[in-house]
């Protein structure tokens, strides 16, 4: 019986890295070069951010905190495919009750919600409530390769260590 390798990851992490030695607070893997833009932008420029910057979503910000999210995928499905004008503003279309985390937060607390809610970026706030970065499933990921790699540098008992 065929196993698929990615369950088989998740189900260990979840089980033993995330509920255990994870406790790094998530503003260790956050991204604080955060593109931001007001709910008055409009779509077209919107995409122009994401292109020049590199990114697949833009926080839409008042005042410092987060009120939304747009993504690569929303400006597909809630614009392009409906026919909209892409000069309509960006708080027409966007992500409006998003979920954030906290600069304190674990990242094992994080992840849970971000399974939990099927979601891949989560804006990170301050105490104030301002934003403060974002962190996505890939930064997620790569905290996760990197507790693997440290875990497979354990030499095994009887073993001599293996040199990288």
Same mark, same amino acid.
């Not at 600069?103 to 809610?117: A, F, G, L, S, Y």
């Not at 890939?138 to 009887?158: C, K, M, T």
């Given at each position: ?12 992490? @979840?089980?033993?890295?995330?509920? @255990? +030695? ?6 260790? $893997?956050? $991204? ?5 833009? @007001? ?33 690569? #995928?929303?400006?597909?499905? #809630? ?28 990242? #094992? ?5 971000? $399974?939990?809610? @099927?979601?891949? $970026? ?29 875990? +497979?540098?354990?030499? #095994? ?8």
């Amino acid at each position: 019986m065929w196993t698929c390798p990615i369950c088989c990851i998740t189900t260990y992490l @979840s089980a033993n890295i995330l509920n @255990s +030695s994870m406790t790094v607070k998530i503003v260790k $893997r956050m $991204r604080d070069e955060t593109i931001t833009a @007001s709910p008055q932008t409009s779509i077209k420029e919107i995409a122009n951010m994401m292109a020049e910057h590199g990114v697949g979503c833009v926080i839409i910000t008042h005042m410092e905190s987060p009120i939304g999210i747009i993504t690569d #995928r929303d400006i597909v499905l #809630r614009v392009v495919a409906k026919g909209k004008n892409y000069d309509i503003l960006v708080e027409e279309v966007m992500t409006k009750d998003i979920l954030v985390a906290h600069e304190n937060d674990q990242i #094992r607390d994080v992840v849970k919600i971000m $399974r939990e809610k @099927s979601i891949r $970026r989560i804006p990170v706030i301050d105490n104030n409530g301002n934003l403060s970065g974002i962190v996505t499933f890939d930064d997620i990921f790569v905290e996760l390769a990197d507790e693997i790699f440290n875990l +497979s540098r354990i030499p #095994r008992a009887g073993m001599p260590p293996k040199t990288y």
